[in-house]
């Protein structure tokens, strides 16, 4: 089992910063690949980010390309996601996930565990 918890969403204007954090519990990190997806109201759950168990080979959706970055902290058991520029399109319920099977998947299905979530919402 793992457990996740996100941190750091919250209302922003356009063009700002935020960035989301996610601890992880209940299993060693380094044994799980780590994605980012987000849920607009309305609208399916979408791939952001993901990186490898590593740290290695981040890879980003199009959508967020050039303006996101993920990381991962093993010591600290937790996974960033730094958004820049933010756009008001990118206001979504921000998850993170687990993959302990395919070291980042881009699907939803490919991941095992999810945190709650937490809301980012940019103004224009």
């Known amino acids: 089992q793992v457990q996740l918890a996100e941190s750091g969403g919250g209302l922003v204007q356009a063009g700002g910063s935020l960035r989301l954090s996610c601890a992880a519990s209940?299993?060693?990190?380094?044994?799980?690949?780590m994605g980012w997806f987000r849920q607009a109201p309305g609208k399916e759950r979408e791939f952001v980010s993901r990186?490898?168990?590593?740290?290695?080979?981040?890879y980003y959706a199009d959508s967020v390309k050039g303006r996101f970055t993920i990381s991962r902290d093993n010591a600290k058991n937790t996974v960033y996601l730094q958004m820049n520029l933010l756009k008001p399109e990118d206001t979504a319920v921000y998850y993170c996930a687990a993959d302990i099977t395919y070291d980042g998947g881009l699907g939803p299905s490919q991941y095992d565990y999810w945190g709650q979530g937490t809301q980012v919402t940019v103004s224009s």
């Open positions: 990186i490898s168990r590593s740290g290695g080979r981040p």
């Open positions: 209940g299993r060693p990190f380094i044994s799980c690949a």
